[in-house]
């Protein structure tokens, strides 16, 4: 894309559950920002985010944009679902509407408003075939995957990885004690195993009750974020498979609360927050240096 076509062009920033979300509305636009366009509006003053939701004219009929979703690095990410309440609740109020349904690489996702600032998607199934999430080669079990590590590195104490794709791909460890672990460290080194091709979100939990998590996430392409719903929805749903979770919990990640729901549809639900904080119109000045 150009840097003619970016510039002038509004953007407003957000936030889903502490998620650092853009909103970029390009409907109409011919062409999606470049991955350098997309570092370069992350470098800007007062722009910096997780992921960055670039809003295209609409594909499938029935949807009110396709969302292509950007982490900060540039690369594309399949699903956000933050990012994706974030772009609803924009949405929602252009329309005046209180349900809407977008599209993104991973499909279409259904949006309802539940209040002034409270939204529902539904982020369908989840994907848990090993080509799917996808790992590197079949494994017996994709909730217990072993990530084999050598014998005396400390990764090995947090187990195997229970693995699904929510649309990108993530992987978690279930523990006792969240202080205890360095999710940096150790999430930058498990997003690029090489069990995962694609790389991987790495969430670290401790089940808190039945219906209940605590969770920090590292992101792929990101680091490590205050939210993650779609890793929120990963943890849930691998929680329910080791026979640890009720279908509907509480995940508490260190930017807020999103309740998930795995329904026996084997759809899963997501309910949080969005929070709009500032409006900005892109200078073409940011792009010199992407052009």
Not at 37 to 56: F, K, V, W
Not at 184 to 211: L, Q, W, Y
Not at 280 to 287: E, K, R, T
Request: aromatic share 6%; proline share 5%; net charge negative.
């Amino acid at each position: 894309m150009s840097a003619t076509t970016l510039a002038g062009r509004r953007i407003q920033r957000m936030n889903g559950a502490g998620n650092r979300i853009l909103v970029l509305d390009l409907r109409g636009a011919s062409a999606a920002p470049s991955p350098a366009e997309a570092r370069a509006i992350h470098r800007a003053p007062g722009l910096a985010y997780d992921q960055m939701m670039a809003l295209m004219s609409p594909r499938a009929a029935g949807t009110a944009a396709f969302v292509l979703i950007y982490n900060n690095d540039g690369s594309l990410a399949g699903a956000c679902g933050n990012g994706t309440r974030c772009v609803a609740d924009r949405l929602a109020r252009e329309l005046g509407v209180a349900s809407l349904a977008v599209e993104t690489q991973a499909g279409v996702i259904g949006c309802e408003r539940l209040g002034p600032w409270s939204y529902r998607i539904d982020m369908g199934p989840p994907r848990l075939g090993w080509r799917d999430i996808p790992l590197a080669h079949a494994v017996e079990d994709t909730a217990r995957v072993s990530l084999a590590w050598a014998e005396g590195d400390p990764l090995a104490a947090l187990g195997p990885a229970a693995t699904a794709s929510m649309g990108n791909p993530h992987a978690a460890f279930f523990l006792s004690d969240l202080e205890r672990v360095d999710a940096a460290g150790s999430g930058a080194r498990i997003e690029v195993h090489p069990m995962f091709p694609e790389k991987v979100n790495v969430t670290f939990a401790r089940i808190d009750a039945p219906d209940a998590l605590s969770a920090v996430v590292w992101e792929r392409g990101v680091g490590l974020t205050l939210a993650c719903g779609s890793a929120a929805c990963a943890a849930v749903v691998s929680g329910v498979r080791l026979g640890r979770l009720a279908r509907r919990a509480a995940v508490r990640l260190p930017g807020g609360e999103l309740v998930i729901e795995w329904r026996e549809t084997d759809r899963v639900l997501m309910t949080g927050p969005v929070e709009f904080e500032a409006e900005f119109v892109l200078d073409a000045a940011l792009f010199e240096a992407a052009a």
